[in-house]
């Protein structure tokens, strides 16, 4: 009975796909709600204002890192959906495995923003990236090995999403270890890297 049972659980690629993006909704709404503004009872003067707002770089910084990183992640796992026939119980699992990395975002990324100056949370932050890439990496090795991709997907599609995680998880971990550099230098590594695949489509085919 529950051999039965866990081979008709976690079907559904639709439910799973509106998980995740409520998931992401909540994740990406509470990264601008964590932006704390300038109290007002510390400002009196348009310079003072200023002056306030350019002290919440940290956090501007930090703010555009993680929405940049939950869009690329998000629309790796809707690649990923999108070119599968059916799910399973297994997958179902390791999706929310994904997920559950994906709801520690706000967290490092505050950590990031109260002590950008910090290895120790600019390496926290990056496990937070590393962490939902190799749940990626799992689950589309999964559904390889078990047959769930959709028949009429080219071959060269199916590396090339195997390439894409690899390839950019091996740039963040470069743009990690820079910090034993300079944070700052590591940080805009990092984010040149998250353009790329957000909005370079010609530099990203080459980088897979």
Request: proline share 3%.
């Amino acid at each position: 009975m529950a051999n039965a049972y866990n081979a008709i659980q976690g079907r559904s690629l639709e439910r799973l796909a509106a998980l995740s993006d409520g998931i992401f909704a909540v994740a990406m709404t509470l990264l601008v709600l964590d932006i704390h503004i300038p109290s007002a009872e510390h400002v009196h003067s348009e310079v003072e204002l200023l002056h306030s707002l350019g002290g919440l770089a940290p956090q501007w910084i930090a703010y555009l890192m993680s929405f940049l990183t939950l869009g690329i992640f998000w629309a790796g796992q809707q690649t990923q959906l999108n070119h599968l026939r059916e799910g399973s119980r297994d997958l179902a699992w390791i999706h929310l495995g994904f997920l559950f990395t994906i709801t520690l975002m706000p967290l490092t990324t505050r950590l990031l923003a109260e002590f950008i100056q910090f290895r120790l949370a600019l390496v926290l932050y990056w496990i937070n990236v590393l962490l939902p890439g190799a749940m990626l990496y799992w689950s589309w090795k999964h559904v390889m090995k078990h047959g769930l991709v959709k028949e009429d997907t080219p071959v060269d599609v199916r590396g090339a999403i195997c390439r894409r995680v690899l390839i950019a998880q091996s740039l963040y971990a470069v743009g990690a270890a820079l910090c034993v550099f300079n944070n700052y230098v590591s940080i805009a590594f990092i984010v040149l890297v998250q353009l790329n695949y957000a909005i370079a489509p010609r530099i990203g085919k080459r980088l897979g």
